[in-house]
């Protein structure tokens, strides 16, 4: 959707990190940031004993951003459940029908469309385990439920969360960068999320002794999950398209040791840095 939009955010405890209702002009939904720890102030609310989508968000034991997608006939209900089930997360996102007009089948077509969109986009950890089978709806169900997911995914870019794209869905035409060294041979993308990794790029896998162990975190996680995997004996192969929060902490990665990332990525039409590119 390319057209202007108009979204509030209303502070429901005038604390602007704590309780939020999210709502787009001529829309018929609503949406809740529950951080954690304001979870009693939502419980008591009366819109939440309703019908809805809901996203639980947290971080794993080494890292890994975590997502949740589930329905419920009563999100308040499941909220308290899950606080008392489930430790890994520190906000839910809710979302539901201002005027009642989601069904069961819609909520369970919604879950099953995130969740399916989030393995897609292969950016957090999904706690849902396996893609759902798909809920039959009727044509113009579907599409009406189609439009409500899009205003979803609005709103959750326009908060801060873009977990349900694909990291180089936001970018068309764009500068292709590379990055090489001894065992390495990526390819990237500067992006406004940050830098991102194009899937097959190649990465050293031993790593230099003197290479700050900070710099290096994300290695063990992106492992575990399948994002990088054993190319040889000397090298580690993307298998998606991964987001690192900064050029450097991308080189970083890749070349296996301490790098200015403004200076390791050229570009691959004109050898020119990223830095004489962005920056100068």
Not at 94 to 118: I, R, Y
């Amino acid at each position: 959707m390319t057209q202007k939009q108009t979204i509030k955010i209303f502070l429901a405890e005038g604390n602007p990190t704590g309780l939020r209702v999210v709502e787009m002009f001529n829309w018929n939904g609503r949406g809740l940031v529950i951080p954690r720890d304001t979870l009693a102030s939502a419980l008591a609310r009366e819109d939440l004993m309703t019908q809805g989508i809901y996203l639980l968000l947290g971080e794993s034991d080494n890292a890994e951003q975590m997502l949740y997608v589930g329905e419920s006939e009563n999100l308040r209900e499941r909220l308290r459940s899950h606080h008392r089930t489930k430790d890994f997360w520190d906000t839910a996102l809710c979302f539901f029908s201002k005027d009642g007009n989601l069904n069961k089948a819609h909520v369970k077509f919604l879950e099953e469309l995130l969740v399916s969109e989030a393995h897609a986009a292969g950016r957090m950890q999904i706690e849902n385990g396996n893609v759902p089978g798909k809920t039959r709806l009727l044509e113009s169900d579907e599409a009406e439920v189609l439009i409500f997911a899009e205003h979803i995914k609005i709103i959750l870019s326009t908060i801060g969360y873009t977990f349900l794209k694909k990291p180089t869905e936001f970018e068309q035409e764009r500068d292709i960068f590379v990055c090489r060294g001894p065992d390495a041979d990526a390819r990237g993308l500067y992006t406004s999320e940050g830098f991102v990794v194009l899937k097959g790029s190649l990465a050293r896998t031993e790593i230099v002794s003197s290479a700050k162990e900070r710099h290096l975190k994300r290695r063990p996680a992106l492992l575990a999950d399948g994002a990088m995997v054993e190319h040889d004996a000397r090298s580690l192969r993307f298998t998606r398209d991964v987001v690192f929060t900064s050029p450097s902490n991308a080189a970083q990665n890749i070349l296996a040791r301490n790098a200015n990332g403004w200076i390791e990525w050229v570009r691959e039409s004109d050898g020119k840095t990223l830095d004489e590119v962005v920056r100068k």
